[in-house]
């Protein structure tokens, strides 16, 4: 009772005092960032399928300590704060020890799907974590379109009808990308409203693909995760090292249910069939998307 009344309280704290309380938080981690750890793995990929589900299901692997954030957006938000504040949402190398000693590996990670389309965060996370595992997951892009669309929607952020937004997505994210390069910049727009956009996969995987090596990367289908939890998990977890495990998946974020307009959604399906051929001869497998 006590906890869900200090739970409710919370949300009618001016976001100034809670940005000054999580900051007061971080202090003691950022004085002992050089004794912390960086990341073994990430976890990333386009909005909407299934990033947030997959991330809290591998910390609840005995192996596996969780960072103090799931999506602490270092390599396209925070860059320009340096590795130490990066460090500082990491366990300590002690704790890690330690958990290693008792469970035969430790290791850790965060979760930040916006990272595949930021510009710079393929060659940035190449350059600070060269050994890093990262785990991609892609869905089909018509109804990640569109489960973007209303998640935007539910948020406030979108005001304009589907098929709207689709004929002002252009001019909503021109420059976007570029000026995403710039310290700090956050990518509003981009991040709200690029419903046809992020599912251009291929073009962002690209920088993946040259600053990294191939084994390092895997590319998980979410319609995968969605129906064969278990399979995909075990997958996953071998990819990552991890001794096999039984998960409870934690499915997160659910959509509503709705329904696209046939015609919207055979002109999205002419649109990314192509896009999905070159992400095919990318990966060398096809999606099976179109099926």
Known sequence: MLKTAIERAKRFIPQPVKESVIAARRVPRLLTARRRVLPDFIVFGAMRCGTSSLYHTLTEHPQVIPGFRKEVRFFDWQFDRGLDWYRAYFPLRSAMARHQRRAGRALTGEASPEYIFHP??????????????????LRDPVERAWSHYKHSVRLGVEPLTFEEALAREDERLAGELERMRRPGYRGRAFQDHSYVTQGHYEEFLRPWYEHLAHEQIMIVRAEDMFAEPEGTLATIVGFLGLAPWTPRYLAMNLGRRGEMAP????ELRAHFDPHGARLGELLGRDMHWHD
Do not use: G, K, M, S
Not at 129 to 137: C, K, S, T, Y
Not at 263 to 266: D, I
């Open 120 to 137: 710079a965060a393929a060659e940035r996370i190449a350059r600070t974590l060269p050994q890093v595992r990262l785990v991609a997951l």
């Open 263 to 266: 015609e919207v959604r055979a």
